[in-house]
């Protein structure tokens, strides 16, 4: 069982994380329509703005209330957020609350002078963040089925779509081990995370190669790599779930290959700021992977460290 501080604390630090990534799940798929598909765009910009609500309310929870290390690890905010908001808002029309962002940006970590909220505000934000994920999640799944059945046309990969229905589900998941007072990870639950997030990091590394301009040959050659070595680490640690391999000398692994990851993540959404690199990558989408990549370094306990 967790304490009641350990539970508040716990569930801001997940509820900040993910609430913003399913929000930018939901542009995506929004801006990725065509417009005889203008009905589901429409029902994904509903899902953006409930998200953007939800968030909103989490950081009003949040300050004095998260942990040090999700702060410091950059997992809600990185320091390209507002700027890729900006941009991505000028390349497609679609409007972002930057002032939300500057206020995480501003939050402060648990210190003793800041007032409690109450675990019920808490645990009733964990709830509608539930609430509102699964039907997101139906959302997805539904508009996969209908991609693979070609009834839909979407100019998300199908891979994508099926990627970033996992992590509702796993939010979902996540919620629920909170909720029912299971916050405390033991070896087993740590091990099967890097097998999710091995598995969506090798995926992240294909996407990038995908979107990438054909003449961007290096970058695409790197992040090919990165998608061959991150398959070998989620097979890795699917062995280490079932006993048959080293679970240390894995997460040591992991650990290094996303040091890795995470500093071409910050290179290329960089280089997608400064216009330095050709592709079809809007800029809020490398500075979302790269937030996942901050998140699974504290996931695997290195929060904001920038070596091993």
């Given amino acids: 069982m967790i304490s009641k501080n350990e539970f508040i604390t716990m569930s801001l630090d997940l509820n900040l994380f993910f609430l913003r990534i399913m929000k930018e799940h939901s542009f995506f798929l929004q801006i990725a329509f065509t417009p005889v598909n203008s009905q589901m ?66 939050l402060t970590p648990s210190d003793g002078r800041h007032a409690p909220v109450s675990e019920h505000a808490v645990d009733s934000l964990n709830r509608k963040s539930y609430q509102l994920t699964s039907a997101l999640a139906e959302f997805k ?39 029912e007072n299971r916050g405390n990870i033991s070896p087993f639950d740590l091990i099967n995370q890097e097998v999710f997030w091995n598995r969506q990091m090798a995926e992240h590394a294909k996407f990038i190669a995908g979107l990438l301009d054909p003449t961007e040959e290096m970058l695409i050659n790197t992040a090919r790599m990165f998608g061959k070595e991150f398959d ?52 809020l989408l490398a500075d979302h992977v790269l937030r996942e990549a901050n998140h699974y370094l504290c996931v695997l306990g290195v929060c904001g460290a920038d070596r091993v």
């Fill in 232 to 283: 070998e680490l989620t097979a890795e640690s699917k062995q280490a779930s079932r006993k048959t391999f080293d679970i240390m000398n894995t997460t040591r692994d992991s650990i290094s290959a996303m040091m890795r990851l995470r500093d071409f993540k910050t290179a290329g959404t960089q280089g997608l700021l400064d216009c330095n690199i050709k592709s079809i990558i809007v800029p």
């Fill in 41 to 106: 765009a429409s029902e994904a910009r509903n899902f953006r703005i409930g998200f953007e609500k939800l968030l909103s309310e989490a950081t009003n929870l949040a300050n004095g209330n998260v942990s040090e290390q999700a702060v410091e690890s950059k997992q809600f905010v990185t320091q390209f957020t507002v700027d890729a908001e900006k941009l991505t808002n000028f390349y497609t029309g679609v409007p972002f609350n930057t002032n939300l962002t500057k206020r995480e940006v501003m």
């Fill in 141 to 179: 799944d539904r508009l996969l089925r209908n991609v693979l059945s070609c009834k839909v046309f979407t100019l998300n990969y199908p891979l994508l779509i099926e990627h970033i229905l996992r992590e509702a589900r796993f939010f979902m998941a996540m919620l629920d081990a909170l909720n």
